[in-house]
C-alpha cells in the first residue's frame, strides 16, 4: 500500500492544487473515516452478546476484563 493513498492526503493535494477551498477540504477528509466508523457499528450490532462500553468507564471495562469466564 502506498503511503501516500491513506485518508486525507487526496484531499490535501486537491487543496494545494487548489481544486477547493481549506474549508471544504476539511470537510472532505472527516467524512470517509465517520463513514467507515458507520460501517463497523451496523456490522458489530449483529453480535447481541457483545459488551459495550463507554470508553471513558475504564474501571468498569477493568473489572470486566478482570472477571472469571462465564460458561
Request: proline residues 7%; aromatic residues 12%; positive net charge.
Amino acid at each position: 500500500m502506498n503511503a501516500l493513498n491513506t485518508v486525507g492526503y487526496k484531499e490535501l493535494f486537491d487543496w494545494l492544487s487548489g481544486c477547493y477551498s481549506l474549508q471544504v477540504a476539511l470537510k472532505k477528509v472527516k467524512t470517509p473515516p465517520r463513514r467507515f466508523a458507520k460501517r463497523q457499528l451496523t456490522w458489530n450490532r449483529k453480535y447481541q452478546n457483545a459488551l459495550w462500553a463507554h470508553p471513558d468507564s475504564m474501571d468498569e471495562i477493568m473489572k470486566f476484563i478482570q472477571s472469571p469466564p462465564v460458561e
